[in-house]
């Protein structure tokens, strides 16, 4: 059992280290201003970072489980991933900006939609937290490959767990990411709450997300799509 | 009204590029499979070149050890680094060992189709130094240094695990 709470402490601290090594550090400020954004509403501040969490939760939980079981290959899995999903993340995330910038309507019906209708629609927007830990889990650098693969997945394999300390890697990867995000959200609400301007930052908080996101998206292109070396 | 029209464009465009770049890679890649074949066959002339000259210079020793960097076509800056500090460690360390040919330093970009094969061959899932050991011309025993991401903070520690590791593997010799 102790030598289990071992292996349980070394996935957080994986999940850590792959947080806060260099490589990621352009998609966890994307994550970080998507997460924060609704500073209004500090309870969809919170949802978002858990969904956030879950989503990077179940990417690393579906690799664990396959490799652990031994289905697929690591070295093949790996090299796929660094492959193929960072070439797609940088048009991704331009989208997404475009979206968060309001550069295109998202009534595309045309005749708006109600209020309530409205509300709900950015309700749903918390869930884009999820399909970013999902698509942020998965873009691999050559830092978090070495750390996942290389000492992760044998950790998982020694203990026969694909289950639980994948899982454990992912809360430790988002934990940094969470942490700032409440962090940064938090204060510049309690600011724009003095000086009564919590609308109009919330509007800012927006554009400035879609802003990194379009810029964290060319970046990628320019690397993985065009090959240029920044 | 007319800047949100110009930077509409701009983004359009540029997601139109890149996705005439993506399915141009495509093509190559498809291209790539063909000529795996014939740039097999090139590769084994090389081979045969190459290793009569290198009986020219350094003498060929049939038991060595060979430490290999294997990259990417993508040269990240802490990549770079692994690879320097390996050089380094190997460099200081082994000067007579390199120049009497028991120790070898390759560098070898696995995004060549032609060097697909080590990633099965030594299991490789990131940028890795290898260590090989070879007899009478075959290779008996080989460990991955995977250490080396996480001492890439201490430059010492780096090149002393460097170090410690190909001793070991030389001092079976």
Known sequence: MDSFLLGVTSAIWLGILTSISPCPLATNIAAISYIGKRLANPRLVFLSGLLYMLGRMLAYLILGIILVAGALSIPKLSYFLQENI?????????????FLLELLPLNITGFGLSRRMQGHVEDYGIWGAFLLGIIFALSFCPISAALFFGSLIPLSIKYDSGFILPSLFG????????LFAFLIGLSTRLVSK???????????ARRITGVIFVL????????YIFRISL | MKLKAVTITVFVMFLLASAVCLGQEANKQ????EEKIETKEILDTITTVKDSIETDGIPEQL?????????GSRRCSSCRKIEAYSQEAIEQGFANELEEGKLEWIVINTDLPQN????EDYQLYTKSLIISKVENGKQIEWKDLEKVWELLRNKKAFLKYVQDEVRALLGEN
């Open chain 1, 171 to 178: 809360i430790g990867t988002s934990l940094p990411v969470i």
């Open chain 1, 86 to 98: 960072n070439k797609y993340l940088g048009p991704i995330l331009i989208i997404a900006g475009i």
């Open chain 2, 116 to 119: 697909k094969r080590f990633i």
């Open chain 2, 63 to 71: 038991h060595k050890v060979i430490a290999y960097y294997f990259h």
């Open chain 2, 30 to 33: 498809d291209i790539n499979q």
């Open chain 1, 194 to 204: 003095v000086f009564n301007r919590l609308t109009q930052v919330e509007l800012w």
């Open chain 1, 216 to 223: 964290v998206g060319l970046y990628y292109s320019l690397v």
